[in-house]
């Protein structure tokens, strides 16, 4: 044998033993896991799983009247998305939370997660009801009449509730309220303040991030802005939908 032949040999020793190895250190990690009864964790249900997926913009944001594409796709990719991402990572850690975790622990977290959600479907609805050309029509005039005697009556306080939450945060919300069989413009000064039971019809944003890039402190004309854009289409949509369910 040459010592070329004397190596080759020699290696392929050496390999057989290392494989060997490995096969018996494999199946003794098999037999233990076997014998303690140790096996993938189960998945978690799915309040924990934290799988909430950002929903694209549904209108070209570069065709907004009064309103920057680069400020429309800073509001849904960043306090938008950062929702989303955050209400995420909220439920995955109350679903690791330990059995013996401390009242306080939990009460944070469920806090935070409110605010995450409402965030999440608030901004859902408001992106929704943009990307029309804002001329108020259909099954929705007649609520607002009912209500508020006009439709420029109507507006007039739509709009000065959003200019009372100006240089702040917080949302103005056209809610169809089941209790009373009516809609109504609500003032939410943040996240939590919700109609009990209300279902959104008209939601506009008016957190200073919604604004600002373009306007600065000037709600004024963001709010003009924004009803140059309202898609009245679905707005009465989702008011359809709210009375086929009664």
Excluded: C
Excluded at 74 to 94: D, E, T
């Amino acid at each position: 044998m040459n010592r070329r032949e004397a190596v080759g040999t020699l290696l392929k020793g050496t390999l057989a033993a290392t494989l060997l190895d490995v096969t018996q250190a494999g199946t003794a990690l098999a037999e233990e896991v076997q014998q303690s009864g140790t096996s993938q964790p189960p998945p978690l249900p799915p309040a924990y799983r934290g799988t909430n997926q950002v929903k694209p913009l549904p209108f070209d944001a570069a065709k907004l009247k009064g309103i920057s594409e680069k400020l429309i796709t800073s509001h849904h990719q960043n306090n938008y998305g950062g929702a989303v991402k955050r209400l995420n990572q909220i439920q995955q850690q109350i679903g690791s939370l330990p059995k013996d975790a401390a009242p306080y622990q939990m009460g944070s977290l469920k806090r935070e997660e409110l605010i995450a959600t409402n965030s999440m479907i608030l901004h859902e609805f408001y992106f929704g009801n943009l990307g029309g050309d804002g001329k108020v029509s259909g099954t929705i005039v007649d609520l607002v009449k009912a209500q508020y005697g006009t439709v420029e009556t109507w507006e007039q306080d739509f709009r000065l509730t959003g200019m009372s939450l100006g240089g702040g945060s917080g949302w103005v919300v056209l809610y169809y309220d089941p209790h009373a069989n009516a809609v109504h413009n609500y003032w939410a000064w943040d996240h939590t303040h919700s109609l009990a039971g209300g279902v959104p019809l008209l939601v506009m944003d008016m957190y200073e991030h919604a604004y600002q890039m373009d306007y600065g402190a000037n709600a004024r004309g963001y709010i003009d802005a924004f009803f140059q854009n309202i898609n009245w289409e679905v707005v009465n949509r989702r008011t359809e939908e709210t009375h086929s369910r009664k």
